[in-house]
């Protein structure tokens, strides 16, 4: 069964709107999680480390005002795309490792956002 | 910049047959190496992995080899089965940083 939960899969809005993104680790705790973007044929590419009751780290050219990372609990982070653009659309996958050990990541099963 | 690339987007293969999937790197200081396999609709999951202090890890069907000169690894499935067919992520990272992911291979295992 999935270990790391992710809501919502697919998301359709209109463009000035905001879109949160849960991702949940199942039956064990994550203080570290991760937030993936892929564009069309693209790889999968970091775009910032969430930490529990801590700020997220974000990669460079990730603007932290429009991608918000919230990691309240040890169980739950979020990703809020804030005043969505149509070049926000994209396919966005969270991670997490179990027992800390970064080698084994546990992905959600991602969230196909469309900015209208 | 494309630090790991997997330069095949698709490859069919035969039921029985072995399945072989490549990826490149470029950096040097990679010495982690990962293999994801991903279904549609469902995020990656952890398939196998090698260190680079070993060449090879065998894990049942699938095999990775790493050769460090080249700074490339590949993934044998053998035999390769219909329920195979998925895309093939590989992934790589200095120890204690960031993996950086390949563009995926979409495997088709032909019954």
């Known amino acids: 069964g999935a270990v790391v939960s992710q809501h919502p899969s697919r998301v359709i809005c209109k463009s000035g709107t905001s879109v949160k993104i849960e991702c949940r680790s199942l039956?064990?705790?994550?203080?570290?999680m991760f937030w993936y973007r892929q564009f069309p044929k693209q790889s999968l590419m970091l775009m910032a480390t969430?930490?529990?009751?801590?700020?997220?780290?974000?990669e460079q050219g990730v603007e932290k005002d429009k991608f918000l990372i919230n990691h309240a609990s040890l169980t739950l982070s979020t990703l809020t795309v804030t005043s969505a653009h149509p070049e926000d659309s994209s396919f966005y996958i969270c991670?997490?490792?179990?027992?800390?050990?970064?080698?084994?990541?546990?992905f959600g099963s991602g969230t196909q956002l469309s900015v209208l | 910049d494309q630090q790991v690339k997997q330069n095949s987007p698709s490859l069919s293969v035969q039921e029985g047959r072995i399945s072989i999937l490549n990826c490149d790197y470029t950096?040097?200081?990679?010495?982690?190496f990962l293999w994801y396999k991903k279904y549609p609709a469902e995020g990656p999951t952890f398939l196998i992995s090698?260190?680079?202090?070993?060449d090879k890890n065998e894990d049942g069907r699938f095999t990775v080899f790493l050769n460090k000169s080249a700074k490339h690894l590949s993934l044998h499935i053998v035999p390769s089965q219909p329920g195979d067919s998925a895309v093939y992520f590989c992934?790589?990272?200095?120890?204690?940083?960031?993996?950086?992911f390949g563009t995926g291979t979409s495997l088709t295992v032909i019954p």
């Open positions: 991670s997490a490792p179990i027992g800390g050990v970064l080698e084994k990541l546990f």
């Open positions: 950096n040097s200081m990679f010495d982690y």
């Open positions: 969430s930490n529990e009751g801590s700020k997220a780290t974000y």
């Open positions: 039956d064990f705790q994550a203080t570290t």
């Open positions: 992934a790589a990272s200095a120890t204690g940083n960031q993996f950086y």
């Open positions: 090698i260190s680079s202090i070993k």
